[in-house]
């Protein structure tokens, strides 16, 4: 997926939740609130990635949920289930 379809769908989802509640463009900055979740999804996932006590495997499931938590595609290649 490259960056600017990776920002589109974020875009896209805040979008739509936004206009759902009923928030005009006018008064809402998407730009900051993507730029918002991106921040606090990398910080995340550098937390994981410095704790030593985890296993790499179980840092890897822990990444995807946070991309998940945030509505981000992970992919299936990941799911060895």
Same mark, same amino acid.
């Given at each position: 997926?490259? @960056?600017?379809?990776?920002? *589109?769908d974020? /875009?896209?989802?805040?979008?739509? &939740?936004?206009?759902?509640?009923?928030?005009?463009? +006018?008064?809402? *900055?998407y =730009? =900051?609130?993507?730029?918002?979740?991106?921040?606090? =999804?990398? @910080?995340?996932?550098?937390?994981?990635? &410095?704790?030593?006590?985890?296993? *790499?495997?179980?840092?890897?499931?822990?990444?995807?949920?946070?991309?998940?938590? /945030? +509505?981000? *595609? =992970?992919?299936?290649?990941? +799911?060895?289930?």
């Open positions: 997926m490259s @960056y600017k379809k990776f920002l *589109d974020l /875009y896209c989802k805040e979008l739509g &939740k936004q206009v759902i509640k009923g928030l005009s463009q +006018d008064i809402f *900055d =730009a =900051a609130l993507i730029e918002e979740k991106s921040v606090n =999804a990398l @910080y995340e996932i550098s937390l994981l990635i &410095k704790n030593k006590e985890l296993e *790499d495997s179980v840092v890897l499931e822990l990444i995807i949920q946070v991309l998940e938590k /945030y +509505d981000i *595609d =992970a992919g299936t290649r990941h +799911d060895f289930s």
